[in-house]
């Protein structure tokens, strides 16, 4: 198990202070305003490690530029095809969908990620 660090109690803490899902860019120019000196490629390598652990999630869906949040219980997101920026939504997960398609492909299924797109209130 690999011990804390500054630089991850500082990455945990920006993520945990924002409702959006910022990108690894963002969230190093956070932690630049706390740590100064530290360098975009320690800020990956943090995040990296911090998801091994299971701290926080990246949002990858299509492509796109990963995204980050605190980790949390499954849920769906809704990404604004106008300003990009993601949103937790507050519906039910589908859980046996995953015993569905396991069942019908015969593969491991372990969870799933769904993202719905659109515009969000301000750019409608």
């Known amino acids: 198990m690999r ?3 500054r630089q991850r109690d500082a990455i945990l ?7 959006t899902h910022p990108t690894a860019d963002w969230i190093y ?5 706390k ?3 530290i360098s975009k490629g320690t800020v990956y390598r943090n995040l990296k490690v911090l998801e091994e652990e299971g701290k926080i999630t990246e949002l990858n869906l299509n ?10 219980d499954c849920h769906y997101h809704f990404r604004c095809e106008r300003c990009g920026r993601v ?5 039910p ?5 995953d015993d569905r398609v396991a069942a019908s492909t015969g593969l491991n299924i372990r969870c799933h990620q ?3 797109r659109g515009l969000c209130g301000d750019c409608q």
């Open 3 to 5: 011990r804390d660090t």
């Open 13 to 19: 803490e920006v993520l945990e202070g924002v409702s």
């Open 29 to 33: 120019e956070e932690v630049r305003k």
């Open 35 to 37: 740590i100064p000196r």
């Open 63 to 72: 492509g796109t530029v990963s995204r980050f949040e605190v980790k949390q």
């Open 87 to 91: 949103f937790d939504l507050d519906v």
């Open 93 to 97: 997960v589908e859980k046996d969908r």
């Open 114 to 116: 769904l993202e719905f």
